[in-house]
């Protein structure tokens, strides 16, 4: 079934939701005008239209695999790969002066939903290496970031990120890789490393893994932990490829979905690596990396959401099953559309889609009034939202892409049909760079170091729309402001509690509760602009009505704290 990536959405969303005006107002980004946001959006929207969506089925049939230490992609991926590389995409967001085109994050958040919808294996791709490139131009020396930074834009080179170990998963601190100086500056790197996406290929050019590694004598934990850059092959000061690297794929991952995407066991015997940033900073460094990956991330699990939204669309406006409501009505479609409980359920995918996609966006634009501007209040604002962008984001495509089996019915658990895929390749968002526990924690902990500060400037300006709503749609401003209310007195719960286990039991809660309250501030933004009276306007009045509610079930398990949960015994837990 065919895709359309959501042009006019984002058009929308940019001019009158999320405030996109202030970043092409700053001297920074002044290049982003409307006819170039408009001909980027139109532009990357036809390269996943006509050249990633046709491959999304067969990178799901016809999966990465390894042969003879070779890994091989999907067939046709290598061509799709070449089209965005032609098209300069990876470079949107990058530094000018290494050769992108220094644009906004903002925008590069409709590439990467763009791409996911349309095939999230070859999508994964260009994240990495974006996040890369982010990371070498905080942290890497003088020397690195011209050899590597113009040949990872270019998506001549791509990147990797090579953090997790068989006995180091979220904590990272466990790892055992460790890398030895040796006499020339480099150091040798050696350790196994799992869960590699695109680790290998055979695009050609370079791979260029970050390895997170251990020098000798180093501290324990996160504090003795390094970076470093270990490329597939060693090249020369000009960037001529010369001798592998002492490094091979050791096996691929059997996943669940995403088989188009080359997960890969890495071994490093010796790898000859350069150090990123100073010893033992390591983590810092990554983190650069890690935080532009949570925000893709979560446009990963918003680009799969609208995706799944638009599969179930055109098989229920298809289906025919009994006598609807509708039967012969004007508007009526004769199919499963006219049910109530599929139009209930294609009304959630639709809102919900909305809400988390305008979170993300926001994030984006908090990201770089913060770069434009160096406002220590937008950096707060920025960091505050990303772990909302990237749970509720992937949580929000979880939802979405099961809603849309249930649509398919007993269809939707036939492969053929596509629904199940958009399911089982989401999956596996919540739980990388982070899972959304761990983002719910950061949240209530290092995101609230301020006093609640910026969680408290966000929900001012909540209160600030329904006060606006109250004019027009009295009842939808009403409900929000109230809901605003019991989310401020949740995060003054939070704030209140000195013990962080008291804030780490009710931390998912929490943060899907304040993802509620924060969607139906955006969708009354988007009623608003459509002056109280439209489409629009309808389906805010679903999501306020409808779905806003589970805020108060979330805010109030939020704020149990933990005595609770530790009254079970684990032989009560485990019984």
């Known amino acids: 079934m065919p895709y359309r990536s959501p042009v006019s959405e984002y058009k929308f969303v940019l001019d009158h939701v999320v405030g996109f005006g202030d970043v092409a107002a700053t001297e920074t980004y002044a290049e982003a005008t409307p006819d170039t946001v408009d001909a980027i959006l139109s532009e990357v929207g036809k390269l996943a239209d006509e050249v990633f969506?046709?491959?999304?089925?067969?990178?799901?049939?016809?999966?990465?695999?390894?042969?003879?230490?070779?890994?091989?992609?999907?067939?046709?991926?290598?061509?799709?790969?070449?089209?965005?590389?032609?098209?300069?995409?990876?470079?949107?967001?990058?530094?000018?002066?290494?050769?992108?085109?220094?644009?906004?994050?903002?925008?590069?958040?409709?590439?990467?939903?763009?791409?996911?919808a349309s095939c999230l294996s070859l999508g994964l791709n260009p994240l990495l290496t974006q996040g890369q490139i982010e990371a070498l131009q905080h942290h890497a020396p003088d020397w690195m970031k011209e050899l590597y930074l113009p040949r990872l834009?270019?998506?001549?080179?791509?990147?990797?990120?090579?953090?997790?170990?068989?006995?180091?998963?979220?904590?990272v601190g466990a790892l055992t890789t460790r890398a030895v100086a040796q006499d020339?500056?480099?150091?040798?790197?050696?350790?196994?490393?799992?869960?590699?996406?695109?680790?290998?290929?055979?695009?050609?050019?370079?791979?260029c893994h970050l390895v997170l590694a251990r020098l000798p004598e180093a501290p324990a934990g996160t504090r003795g932990i390094s970076l470093f850059m270990v490329p597939k092959y060693i090249p020369d000061a000009d960037g001529n490829l010369g001798d592998p690297n002492s490094l091979r794929v050791v096996s691929l991952e059997h996943k669940m979905g995403l088989h188009g995407s080359p997960t890969c066991v890495m071994q490093f015997d010796g790898a000859t690596g350069w150090l990123v940033g100073e010893e033992n900073k390591g983590m810092a460094a990554m983190f650069t990396m890690m935080n532009n990956a949570r925000l893709g991330v979560g446009m990963q699990g918003i680009g799969i959401a609208e995706g799944a939204l638009q599969h179930a669309i055109v098989y229920a406006l298809e289906r025919k099953q009994g006598r609807t409501?509708?039967?012969?009505?004007?508007?009526?479609?004769?199919?499963?559309?006219?049910?109530?409980?599929?139009?209930?359920?294609?009304?959630?995918?639709?809102?919900?889609?909305?809400?988390?996609?305008?979170?993300?966006?926001?994030?984006?634009?908090?990201?770089?009034?913060?770069?434009?501007?160096?406002?220590?209040?937008?950096?707060?604002?920025?960091a505050f939202l990303t772990p909302i962008a990237k749970g509720f984001g992937t949580d929000t495509g979880m939802r979405v892409s099961e809603m849309g089996v249930q649509v398919h019915g007993g269809m939707g658990y036939v492969e053929e049909t596509g629904a199940a895929q958009y399911s089982r390749d989401v999956r596996v968002?919540?739980?990388?760079?982070?899972?959304?526990?761990?983002?719910?924690?950061?949240?209530?902990?290092?995101?609230?170091?301020?006093?609640?500060?910026?969680?408290?400037?966000?929900?001012?300006?909540?209160?600030?729309?329904?006060?606006?709503?109250?004019?027009?749609?009295?009842?939808?401003?009403?409900?929000l402001w109230e809901a605003a209310e019991t989310l401020r007195e949740a995060t003054e719960w939070m704030v209140s509690r000195g013990e962080l286990n008291e804030r780490f039991a009710g931390a998912v809660p929490y943060l899907t509760g304040f993802a509620r309250v924060l969607g139906a501030h955006f969708h009354l933004r988007a009623a608003l602009a459509e002056g109280?009276?439209?489409?629009?306007t309808r389906l805010a009045r679903f999501y306020v009505n409808r779905l806003l509610p589970e805020h108060v079930g979330h805010l109030a398990h939020a704020t149990c704290g933990a005595g609770d949960l530790y009254a079970l015994t684990t032989e009560e837990l485990t019984a």
Request: aromatic letters at 6%.
């Open 53 to 116: 969506a046709p491959l999304n089925r067969s990178g799901d049939i016809d999966p990465a695999r390894l042969e003879n230490g070779v890994v091989r992609t999907s067939k046709g991926f290598a061509d799709g790969y070449a089209a965005l590389v032609e098209g300069g995409w990876l470079g949107l967001a990058a530094p000018a002066e290494h050769g992108g085109m220094g644009l906004p994050q903002t925008l590069n958040c409709a590439v990467n939903d763009f791409l996911s």
């Open 153 to 171: 834009i270019s998506g001549e080179w791509t990147g990797t990120m090579n953090l997790t170990e068989p006995q180091a998963g979220s904590d």
């Open 184 to 207: 020339d500056g480099t150091y040798a790197v050696t350790g196994q490393k799992i869960y590699i996406s695109w680790g290998d290929h055979d695009f050609g050019g370079n791979v």
């Open 325 to 382: 409501p509708l039967e012969g009505a004007e508007g009526g479609t004769g199919t499963i559309l006219d049910h109530a409980d599929v139009r209930r359920m294609i009304a959630t995918m639709r809102a919900d889609t909305f809400a988390a996609r305008s979170i993300a966006l926001a994030c984006g634009v908090a990201i770089d009034m913060a770069a434009a501007t160096g406002d220590a209040a937008w950096k707060a604002r920025a």
């Open 429 to 479: 968002t919540a739980i990388y760079e982070g899972t959304n526990g761990i983002q719910a924690m950061d949240m209530v902990a290092r995101k609230m170091m301020d006093g609640g500060d910026a969680a408290n400037a966000l929900i001012d300006e909540i209160s600030a729309t329904a006060e606006k709503a109250r004019a027009d749609l009295p009842e939808l401003g009403e409900s």
């Open 532 to 536: 109280g009276d439209g489409p629009r």
